[in-house]
């Protein structure tokens, strides 16, 4: 892992890998824009830490690198000090984290996710690399005084309701992309013989949806779509949709059925920086009777004293963070 630091006040970049103890990479589903955590050693008397002149500030730019890859590019947002010789704690967020602080508004029809990913972007400056392309053209959004991020998510979700299909953004550098979510990490797998230290099973209904009746604009019924075995057995826990011009309302609706969440908590060594939020992984343990395929809903990696930890929320299916107006 290689850490540097860039100035604000005078652009300038150095390495101060040798000065941190512990570095931390995290990320959700649902947080969107990840974060990155350094503890750097506070010993002014060190004339090797005293040589790097360790002032970082708020709103100096820290990038990590793993394998002479670039896994993080953020500000630092906060600094916690503990004590005059010991350490110092940096936390920062990629930049996905200006895209959930600049708030919009605007009108689109017509116009598909992914032009309006781009209209928004132009109109604040904002690099973009990789869109992915729905070629669903939306009948008409309206955005008053949302995020951007919300507002490229609320694109994709509409979107989603006709492909059938998953998105989510995510930061390359400086650059803003989005993607189909659930890109299965290839060649590795979590497995109980080779890196799973610990894990833990869950299921919940909390977010269990087992009937969504379907309206017009008029507010007339007129559709309903259910899962019979979930209402039998949990009882009614119902959605409304109203239709929308060019999208399917009986798929639609279908794609907003919910069942019971399984859940899986797992520690993780010999980390691998592809297993991301929004990812999925094989797992094999039989402690928790898990063999297939999961979906990464969170991640934190951890690296201290040369090794790479993980600690992994998995989930049985393939969650996007859907967004309305």
């Known amino acids: 892992m290689i850490i540097k630091w860039t ?3 005078n652009k300038k970049t150095y390495n101060i890998t040798k000065a941190v103890g ?22 002014p ?48 967020t990629d930049l996905l984290g200006h895209l959930l602080r600049i708030m919009h508004k605007g009108k689109y029809k017509k116009k598909t996710a992914e032009r309006i990913t781009q209209l928004v972007c132009k109109k604040y400056g904002i690099q973009t690399g990789t869109i992915v392309k729905t070629k669903k053209a939306i009948n008409k959004i309206i955005i008053d005084g949302s995020s951007i991020y919300d507002t490229i998510m609320i694109a994709y979700t509409k979107a989603a309701k006709s492909t059938g299909k998953k998105y989510m953004c995510y930061m390359k550098g400086k650059k803003f992309c989005t993607k189909v979510k659930g890109t299965v990490v290839s060649g590795y797998s979590l497995d109980e013989k080779k890196n799973i230290v610990s894990s833990s099973y869950e299921e919940t209904i909390e977010n269990m949806v087992d009937q969504v009746r379907i309206y017009n604009d008029k507010g ?19 959605e409304i949709y109203t ?17 019971v969440e399984k859940k899986v908590n797992a520690e993780i060594i010999n980390g691998n920086i592809k297993c991301t939020a929004g990812s999925g992984v094989k797992v094999h343990d039989k402690a928790t009777g898990l063999d297939g395929l999961f979906w990464i809903d969170s991640d ?3 690296w201290e004293g040369g090794k790479h930890t993980m600690s992994l929320e998995l989930n049985f299916k393939n969650i996007m963070d859907k967004k309305t107006t």
């Open 243 to 259: 239709k929308e011009k060019g999208v399917n309302a009986k798929k639609a609706a279908k794609n907003m059925l919910a069942g």
């Open 220 to 238: 007339k019924q007129i559709g309903v779509v259910k899962n019979a075995g979930h209402l039998k057995r949990y009882g009614l826990y119902q």
């Open 300 to 302: 934190t990696h951890t």
């Open 45 to 92: 008397n060190d004339p090797n830490i005293k040589k790097l002149k360790l002032n970082l500030a708020v709103g100096d730019v820290i990038a990590l690198y793993e394998d002479g890859k670039n896994i993080f590019y953020g500000e630092i947002q906060t600094s916690e000090k503990k004590g005059e010789i010991g350490t110092v704690t940096y936390n920062a």
């Open 22 to 43: 512990t570095v931390t990479w995290s990320g959700s589903v649902e947080q969107a824009a990840r974060q990155a955590s350094i503890t750097v050693l506070n010993a």
């Open 7 to 9: 100035k604000k006040s």
